[in-house]
């Protein structure tokens, strides 16, 4: 099964899923816990360099 990447849009932490292809059921944020603003990474997180989000991360604040 194919491996991805995946940035939690919340508090910007970066990790990794091993998903079935057909599987479009997104991960939770190991760090924030939420399923809700975790976006499927094509390459690396580094690429993106979003350390303000990294930096202030605010569990289950969000888009409310
Ligand atoms: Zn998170």
Redesign the pocket.
Known sequence: MPIYEFQ??????CFEEILPASNDTLPE??????NE??AKQISACTVRGNVTAAAS?T?RGGFS
């Open positions: 939690c849009q919340t508090c910007g932490f944020c190991p760090h924030c816990g939420t603003a975790v991360c569990p």
